[in-house]
């Protein structure tokens, strides 16, 4: 089996070992196991330069848990947030919002369309609190641009909350350098683990600002507490563990090779994807793209039989797209133990899947 998905994504072989060599998963209120967190927040920081005063909050939960505890720990009923909505991960902020009654404005993005500064101009002069944005909108693979947010919330005194999930270890990620107040990323994604542990990175100004005073009715996702017990590398409830030990190894696998080589490495085998796959009848979208994944788009409405011929006949996985998308395109991942050898394995195997579904079409 080979996956070329985007969460859960290939494990690198380092990640297996670990996982292979824990014969059961370690209890955890112990000092070692509190150094090993507070190691591993270390290096997650690091990686985004987050500063010293940033605070991490590790819930065991999947992604879209950390979505909607962010926006109840951060915003309320009184606030005004500007959501950018550019697929299903966008879509999931404002079902967010609506669930949790905060008045929210919507720039729509639409499928081919780029996000760019004359699509935020209409915003300019109104009073909004906070941007949410997937910076990687992975549905559709679009990486929008952080300058752009960040110099708008800058101007506007907003709070900006990026959620990275599949962009971070992936792209470049500065949390300083963009004044982002909260980054979220997800275990299954760019750290390249298994799925149930979340991560959400807050700056000092909006833990002061905003969690600090909030009074959120959840108990399982107040960060108060998470921040509290975190001084001592600790969670207030029994943490994924296993997963915990995972992120560990990812990182410190990433600090031997260097963020800049491990960044690069995904890089260069997305290009390498990109520039082979139009030998195949297919082409990619006009706007940015994360080095996560690659959308290609079918001339003819074949995609979700090519993903089932890959999956059935080669045992090779890659992302189905959801929604109108569904039959004309597939996404291809990057991320984890894949190589430009693997790209021309999948392209030969994509190339006998069309050729099958051309085929039995004719
Ligand atoms: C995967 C993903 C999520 C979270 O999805 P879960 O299934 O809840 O982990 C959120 N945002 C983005 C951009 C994602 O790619």
């Not at 949410?132 to 929008?144: A, C, F, H, R």
């Amino acid at each position: 089996m080979k996956l070329f998905t985007v969460g859960p994504v290939e494990m690198f072989d380092e990640v297996k070992v670990v996982r292979a060599q824990a014969d059961s998963v370690p209890y955890f209120r112990t000092k070692e196991f509190s150094e090993l967190m507070l190691e591993t927040d270390e290096l997650l920081r690091k990686f985004a330069n987050a500063g010293d005063e940033a605070k991490t909050v590790y819930l065991t939960a999947s992604g879209t848990a950390a979505m909607e505890a962010t926006v109840m720990n951060c915003f309320t009923e009184k606030d005004r947030l500007l959501v950018i909505a550019g697929g299903s991960f966008g879509k999931r902020f404002v079902d967010i919002c609506e669930i949790h009654r905060i008045p929210h404005d919507v720039v729509k993005v639409e499928y081919g369309e780029t996000l760019d500064g004359e699509m935020l101009n209409q915003y300019e002069d109104t009073t909004y609190t906070g941007l949410l944005v997937n910076i990687d909108e992975t549905s559709t693979g679009q990486l929008y641009d952080i300058k752009l947010l960040s110099d708008f919330c800058k101007r506007k005194g907003m709070y900006l909350v990026v959620d990275a999930i599949s962009s971070f270890l992936c792209d470049e990620f500065d949390i300083a350098g963009h004044c982002v107040d909260v980054m979220i990323a997800s275990s299954q994604k760019g750290a390249c683990i298994s799925p149930g542990l979340s991560m959400v990175v807050l700056s000092k100004r909006i833990i002061e600002e905003r969690v600090m005073k909030s009074d959120i009715r959840s108990l399982y996702f107040d960060f108060k507490d998470y921040f509290k017990n975190f001084e001592r590398g600790q969670t207030p409830y029994t943490p994924a563990v296993g997963i915990c030990i995972e992120l560990s190894a990812s990182l410190k696998m990433i600090e031997r090779v260097g963020l800049a080589n491990h960044l690069k490495h995904i890089a260069d085998v997305a290009t390498d994807f990109r520039e082979k796959i139009k030998a195949l009848p297919v082409s990619l979208p006009n706007f940015p793209l994360s080095n996560a994944i690659t959308p290609i788009i079918f001339k003819e409405p074949i995609a979700y039989k090519v993903f089932e011929i890959l999956k059935d006949k080669y045992g090779i996985f890659v992302n189905p797209t959801g929604g109108m998308m569904a039959d004309y395109s597939l996404r291809i991942a990057h991320i984890g133990q894949t190589s430009k050898e693997d790209n021309d394995m999948l392209i030969e195997k994509m190339k006998a899947a069309i050729e099958e579904v051309q085929a039995v079409n004719q």
